[in-house]
């Protein structure tokens, strides 16, 4: 299972507020049950199947454009660990427990 971060910010759109473009994203991923998904202040974390991942985060880079922005810049972030099972709860947790200790 991947853990990935990602952002998406439009450019070009003559306004520096830009939560309405965030929501409209976070429309795709409301609409997906096959990824676990964690919306921060500065990005929203995915987990799931990269596969699937990479295509949910493809559909939400169209989204800006579908609403009028001219540039979309899209980061990724990925963490796919293949020797054991991972999750955003877990990466959390591990830090958590050596902070207490």
Known sequence: MAIVETS???LGTGD???S??????????QAENR???ELTAM???IEGDL????????RMHEVPF???ALRVSTTIKIDDRR???ASMAGKTQAVTDKLKK
Do not use: K, M, W
């Open 8 to 10: 998406i910010v439009p």
């Open 16 to 18: 520096t507020s830009i």
């Open 20 to 29: 309405h473009y965030v929501a409209a994203c976070h429309c795709i991923l």
């Open 35 to 37: 990824v676990n998904y």
């Open 43 to 45: 990005g929203t974390i």
């Open 51 to 58: 596969d699937i991942i990479l295509d949910v985060i493809r």
């Open 66 to 68: 579908e609403s009028g």
């Open 83 to 85: 020797d054991r099972r």
